[in-house]
């Protein structure tokens, strides 16, 4: 019966641990400035999104190089031979994916992007969106990085990213990393979309009100 007893009490307790909101979450849902930072973080992302392809039709050029194809995964041989770096997972919610982490993965990964257009725009005909999509991307990492900043415990300095060299001898492969570059980035923002709704109180305010109605 004691058995039992200490059983259930330990049952509980790790169900109660698991609901129980991350204080790190908590410093972003209950500080006003942290929710108007994550709300504009949402707008920048949700821009980007909307303007990737566009993005993508003013600089892509071969009709067989699609956003969201299914023939985009027998371009992974040529993204190592050209040196597409891959971007970080992103993920909330477990043992290994603090937001913190989330955060940081945002973070790296929107610059790791953002690295990888400013050395292909250069071979581009037309540069215009790239150079405005390049200017949001670098709006949207200040607003990701005053979130860490936010929920980081001791200071951190963030490390500058390495600039991104590719090989790129001829004009198809510079399609094909900016191509796949937007594709994985557009990819990435959706997760970022997923994340941050997460975080916007006013999201979940808006949700309760209409399900009052």
Known sequence: MNFLIVFTIHCY??????????????????DPLAQEIVQRSRSLIEKILLSIPDTHKSS??????????????????????????????LKVGS???TLKTSLKHMSEGLQLYRATLSAVSPRLENKDKVTELLADIRD??????????MVQSEAVVQPTPAPVVLRLP???????????TLDRLQ???QDMVRCLRSLDQSNEEET?????I
Request: charged share 20%.
């Open 140 to 149: 949207l990492v200040i607003q990701i990085n005053k979130m860490l900043k």
């Open 95 to 97: 043992e290994h994916f």
């Open 60 to 89: 892509i050029h071969s009709e067989a190089l699609r956003l969201n194809s299914s023939e985009n995964a027998n371009l992974e041989t040529m993204a190592v031979t050209i040196g597409i770096p891959s971007a970080p997972v």
């Open 187 to 189: 990819s990435f923002g």
């Open 170 to 180: 001829g004009d198809y492969e510079v399609q094909v990393a900016a191509h796949l």
């Open 208 to 212: 309760e009100s209409k399900t009052n």
């Open 13 to 30: 307790m790790a169900t109660v641990a698991s609901s129980a909101p991350l204080p790190e979450r908590n410093t972003l849902v209950e």
